[in-house]
């Protein structure tokens, strides 16, 4: 039976209220998921490794993201001497927030007829549908949003380190920081030519335009790889993680961190590759959509159910990019710094500034369905130009031994000319 009340709202009304609730509720989904996904990693890794992983805690081990939870809360907050004491509070909070403000501009379903609801609860207008998205704020620069809320992570990373008074932390905050803003540059080109193709910044055009045609990742597979290669780093997830290598730095900028600071960063570094993969599912794999080569596909809008399948399956997708990072991390070896930056400077931004002239040119040219061919031939371009490209000496070269067996030394080796070539 229909409640009764004099109070009518307009679709508009309806959207602010139900984004609010969409904001508040994927907020503590996204928290649980962080906590289940360090639990996801130690399954994966105890799975690549041959081993048990965590199974002591509640059934199958379910509940052992409660007991790490409450060890860190019951741990003691130590704030070593000799601390910038507001910053070094502030920073564990200025790292997790971007992360947490980042997702409201990303659609997770299409638009949802909710006008049954809307009349059963007696606040409908005469003679109106009510439409609604699974979307916390609706915005014409919502890719713009995207850009500027990534570049806040860097001052929790750098204030951290910064504000510990140690050395180790300090150069890990330094390192974080030269990362993050390097990394920015290529991810932002890449993101330019997503925005040319769709011909809008907005993120339901965005998927729309994929909707329509094939996946970003189908058109774009360039672009793709260096987003998603820009992702990793700006989460300081393996093999980008050097502001945090403990070989060289114990745990850079979170060295002087414990109990729930520590956990903060910690959980930062999850929640934005969940954001991450949600931001990449939007903008390479189609949102909701089924089919990456064009045609039949989940309708843009729909019933209950239908929002209810769309969200499934962009869960789905996400869950997929989070296990992958995963598998990297576990599968490759960090880089060395100077090999991480001059990937970013020598080989991501020229390759993503090669993107973008490659899609502008096709986009001037009215080849659009071609673009898939355009990125093929930058991957041949790329792979034919790399021999005559210049190279700095080999600092990996292998060292002459007498009696190895991987790198033997002649028969006239001087062992005492090379080791004062070496000193000197």
């Known amino acids: 039976m229909p409640l009764t009340t004099s109070f009518t709202a307009t679709p508009g009304q309806v959207q602010i209220v139900f984004s609010i609730i969409t904001i508040v509720v994927l907020l503590h989904v996204f928290l649980g998921a962080c906590a289940y996904s360090i639990m996801l990693e130690r399954k994966l890794s105890a799975w690549m490794q041959d081993r048990v992983g965590p ?16 060890k860190f809360l019951l741990k003691e907050d130590y704030t070593p001497a000799g601390v910038d004491k507001t910053l070094f509070t502030l920073a564990p909070g200025l790292i997790m927030l971007p992360a947490m403000i ?5 659609p997770f379903t299409g638009a949802i007829d909710i006008t049954g609801l809307i009349q059963w609860m007696g606040i409908s207008e ?12 609706d915005l014409n620069i919502g890719v713009v949003y ?18 510990s008074n140690n050395k180790w932390s300090f150069l890990g905050g330094l390192r974080g920081g030269a990362q ?23 993120p339901d055009a965005i998927i729309g335009g994929q909707l329509a045609g094939a996946w970003n990742i189908v058109q774009l597979p360039v672009a793709a790889v260096i987003f998603y290669a820009c992702m990793l780093a700006e989460s300081n997830r393996a093999p980008f993680d050097l502001a945090e290598c403990e070989s060289e730095l114990v745990g850079g900028y979170h060295t002087e961190y414990s109990s729930m600071r520590f956990a903060l960063f910690f959980l930062a570094e999850y929640f934005h590759m969940i954001t ?3 931001f990449f599912t939007m903008l390479f794999l189609g949102g909701w959509s089924v089919n990456p080569f064009g045609g039949w596909d989940l309708p843009a809008s729909g019933e209950w159910w239908m929002g209810l399948i769309q969200f499934v399956v962009f869960a789905f997708k996400m869950f997929l990019l989070i296990a992958f990072a995963m598998a990297i991390r576990w599968t490759l070896p960090r880089f060395r710094f100077d090999q991480l930056m001059r990937l970013a400077w020598e080989g991501m931004i020229p390759a993503s500034l090669f993107v973008m002239l490659v899609t502008s040119v096709f986009l001037f040219l009215g080849w659009q369905d071609w673009m898939w061919a355009g990125s093929l031939g930058m991957i041949a371009v790329i792979f034919l130009a790399l021999p005559i490209m210049p190279r700095q000496s080999d600092p990996n070269h292998r060292v002459k031994l007498i009696g190895s067996r991987f790198s033997p030394a002649d028969e006239d080796f001087d062992a005492t ?5 070496t000193v000197g």
């Not at 005469?126 to 704020?137: D, E, F, I, P």
């Not at 991810?187 to 809008?200: K, P």
């Open 417 to 421: 000319s090379v080791a004062e070539s």
């Open 126 to 137: 005469k003679n109106t549908t009510y439409m609604v998205s699974v979307l916390g704020a």
């Open 276 to 278: 991450g993969a949600a």
């Open 55 to 70: 199974n002591r805690v509640g059934p199958k081990g379910l509940f052992q993201p409660l007991a790490d939870g409450l």
């Open 146 to 163: 995207l850009v500027a809320v990534a570049s806040l992570g860097v001052f929790g990373v750098t204030l951290g380190g910064w504000s």
């Open 180 to 202: 993050m803003i390097s990394y920015e540059i290529p991810m932002g080109l890449a993101l330019l030519a997503v925005i040319l193709v769709a011909g809008s910044l907005r």
């Open 102 to 106: 980042g997702f409201v501009i990303v």
